[in-house]
């Protein structure tokens, strides 16, 4: 059974930082496309950062210069290293292994003005 289980999430002023984390079990991690997703209400899922199991990283242009993605093979996590935030950046993120149906259950950003 695949689990996807983020963290990380909260409250952050504009101009701060948050470090989002998804630790992911029963799938070869090491073999497996990782990807940092947000949505808000209303509007579709967004893909937001992409990362190989090689370690070649794609972002989207919103977020280029100020969104890092990185993984751990040892621990199966995937990280999303979130800087300069915007309010903007609010959104329910979610971590999902890429050309799959796993997803995790998210973890709410909020970026206060």
């Known amino acids: 059974q695949v689990s996807l289980v983020e963290s990380g999430g909260g409250l952050v002023q504009a101009g701060g930082s948050l470090r989002l984390s998804c630790v992911v079990s029963g799938i070869d991690f090491r073999r497996v496309i990782m990807g940092w997703y947000r949505q808000n209400p209303g509007k579709q899922r967004e893909l937001v950062a992409s990362?190989?199991?090689?370690?070649?990283?794609t972002y989207a242009d919103f977020v280029k210069g100020r969104f890092t993605i990185s993984r751990d093979n040892a621990q199966n996590t995937v990280y999303l290293q979130m800087s300069s935030l915007k309010p903007e950046d609010t959104a329910v993120y979610y971590c999902?292994?890429?050309?799959?149906?796993?997803w995790g259950q998210g973890t709410q950003v909020t970026v206060s003005s």
């Open positions: 990362e190989t199991s090689t370690g070649t990283s």
């Open positions: 999902k292994v890429r050309f799959t149906t796993y």
